[in-house]
Nanobody
């Protein structure tokens, strides 16, 4: 079975740091682009960061650029999100996402259950 399990969330003070991890299993991790999304209550799910399958390219939302870093270790089937200089507006449930379009055009889109990040003094 496909499984994405996020960890590393918690409560942190403004200006602090957290490192989220997403452990993947049940699919060919190295073939998938990986992303982190977040969602606060009553708001749309927002794309935070994306990394290509080989880790050669990354993209970030403007709101986190310069503060967050996405990375992956294909040997460990794990993607990370290093979050620095955290702000209260970063408070959300953070979700791990895997996406792949195969040569026949079929799309595969997997989601984790999310991990809560709360930034508060």
């Amino acid at each position: 079975q496909v499984q994405l399990v996020e960890s590393g969330g918690g409560l942190v003070q403004p200006g602090g740091s957290l490192r989220l991890s997403c452990a993947a299993s049940g699919f060919t991790f190295r073939s998938y682009a990986m992303s982190w999304y977040r969602q606060a209550p009553g708001k749309e799910r927002e794309l935070v960061a994306t990394i290509t399958s080989a880790g050669g390219s990354t993209n970030y939302a403007d709101s986190v650029k310069g503060r967050f870093t996405i990375s992956r270790d294909n040997a460990k089937n794990t993607v990370y999100l290093q979050m620095n200089s955290l702000k209260p507006e970063d408070t959300a449930v953070y979700y791990c996402n895997a996406h792949w379009r195969n040569p026949f055009g079929s799309e595969y889109d997997y989601w984790g259950q999310g991990t809560q990040v709360t930034v508060s003094s």
